[in-house]
């Protein structure tokens, strides 16, 4: 059974920073695509951030280019996302996804979501 656990979420100051953790388990692809997505009260759900292990190509939305950075550590199976300045408009509860790598857009097609962790930025 895949597993996705995020952690590292909480309340931080407008301009501070956060790095949220996704342990992922239980998963048995060989090429795979893990990404970050966001959900703010009354909005839809969007794409943050996505990695692609087969060639480590990186992806972000526009509205946090050059704040926000993707990383992964393959030894831990765990994704991270650091988030540096951040904004009141940063707040939601963020997710982690991931899928087996195919034809889709890293952001696409996501088969397994983990429960999310809260990020409250206040002004």
């Known amino acids: 059974e895949v597993q996705l656990v995020e952690s590292g979420g909480g309340l931080v100051q407008a301009g501070g920073s956060l790095r949220l953790s996704c342990a992922a388990s239980g998963f048995t692809f060989d090429d795979y695509d893990i990404g970050w997505f966001r959900q703010a009260p009354g909005k839809e759900r969007e794409g943050v951030s996505c990695i692609s292990s087969s060639d480590g190509s990186t992806y972000y939305a526009d509205s946090v280019k050059g704040r926000f950075t993707i990383s992964s550590d393959n030894a831990k199976n765990t994704v991270y996302l650091r988030m540096n300045s951040l904004k009141p408009e940063d707040t939601a509860v963020y997710y982690c996804?991931?899928?087996?790598?195919?034809?889709?857009?890293?952001?696409?097609?996501?088969?397994?979501w983990g429960k999310g962790t809260l990020v409250t930025v206040s002004s």
């Open positions: 996804a991931i899928k087996e790598s195919s034809w889709l857009p890293c952001y696409y097609g996501m088969d397994y």
